[in-house]
C-alpha cells in the first residue's frame, strides 16, 4: 500500500486536505506563476482549491505573491488557462483509452454497448443533436434503471475534439467502458467538472417527451481543502 501525501492548504480558504483536490502552483524561471497540474515541476508550491472560482479569488486577492513572498507575475486568465489545460487531458485521456480498446464510437455500436452493460461512460459531441441523445438517453434507462444515476454523461468535447482523440471522422457519440481502460477518462472528466463547480450543475440526460428531466450523475469535489507547501 503506497504511502498517501500530506495534506495541504489552500491559501484562499485556509482548508487542508488531499493534494488531489488542489491545483499546486509554481514559479517560472522568469518570475510567472504556472500551475503544475501533474505535481512534478521542481520548486516551493502554493496550492489553491480545485475550482475556477477558487482560482480567481486568489488572482483578484493577489495572494499568490503573498504564498511565494515574492513579486510574481500572475496572468489575469489564470483560470481559463486551467481550463483549458484540464479539457485538453479530457481530451488525451480519451485517446488513452481508445489505446486501450475501452471506446466504441457510432451510434449503433453505443447502443449495443449500452444494451450488452459494457458502458462505463456516455459521450455525446458538445453539438450532437437533441433527437440522438434522447435515444440513447432511452437505450441507458432500458438497459440500466435505477443504476442510470451512476453512468456519466460526458459533452464537454467538440466533435473535431473527438475526432482527434479517436483518430476518425464525424465522430458524434461513443462508449467508454467500465474497468482499467476506461477509468481514467472518467477521473479526468470529474476533474474538469469539479473545477467548473460542477457539483452544483450535474450533467443531465434529455428527458423523454412528457418527463421531468433525471440527473445523470452528481459528482461530488474529490476534496474541498488543500496546505500550503513544497
Known amino acids: 500500500m503506497g504511502r498517501s501525501e500530506p495534506e495541504r492548504t489552500c491559501i484562499v480558504t485556509r482548508e487542508a486536505g488531499s493534494p488531489e483536490g488542489l491545483i499546486r502552483f509554481v514559479v517560472a524561471p522568469d518570475g510567472t506563476v504556472v500551475a503544475d497540474l501533474r505535481r512534478k515541476l521542481p520548486g516551493r ?22 504564498a511565494f513572498k515574492a513579486e510574481v507575475k500572475v496572468p489575469p486568465r489564470l483560470a481559463d488557462e486551467i481550463d483549458a489545460a484540464l479539457r485538453q487531458d479530457l481530451r488525451q485521456g480519451l485517446a488513452l483509452a481508445n489505446k486501450a480498446g475501452a471506446v466504441v464510437a457510432g451510434f449503433a455500436k453505443v447502443e449495443a454497448a449500452i444494451a ?15 433527437d440522438g441523445r434522447r435515444k440513447l438517453a432511452g437505450a441507458l434507462r432500458k438497459g440500466f434503471g435505477d443504476a442510470i444515476s451512476a453512468v456519466p454523461v460526458v459533452t464537454e468535447l467538440t466533435g473535431e475534439e473527438l475526432d482527434l482523440a479517436l483518430g476518425r471522422s464525424n465522430v458524434i457519440h461513443a462508449a467508454v467502458a467500465a474497468g482499467p481502460g476506461g477509468d481514467g477518462f472518467i477521473s479526468r472528466w470529474r476533474r474538469l467538472r469539479t473545477y467548473r463547480g460542477a457539483e452544483a450543475d450535474p450533467a443531465e440526460l434529455p428527458a423523454e417527451p412528457g418527463q421531468a428531466r433525471n440527473t445523470a450523475l452528481k459528482t461530488t469535489p474529490d476534496a474541498d481543502g488543500g496546505s500550503a507547501g513544497i
Do not use: K, N, P, S
Not at 477558487?54 to 495572494?63: N, T
Not at 461512460?121 to 458538445?126: G, I, K, N, P, S
Open 45 to 66: 508550491g502554493a496550492w489553491v482549491t480545485a475550482r475556477a472560482d477558487i482560482v480567481r479569488q486568489a488572482v483578484r486577492a493577489r495572494l499568490f505573491g503573498r
Open 116 to 130: 450488452e452493460g459494457r458502458l462505463g461512460a456516455l459521450v455525446h459531441a458538445a453539438e450532437a443533436a437533441e
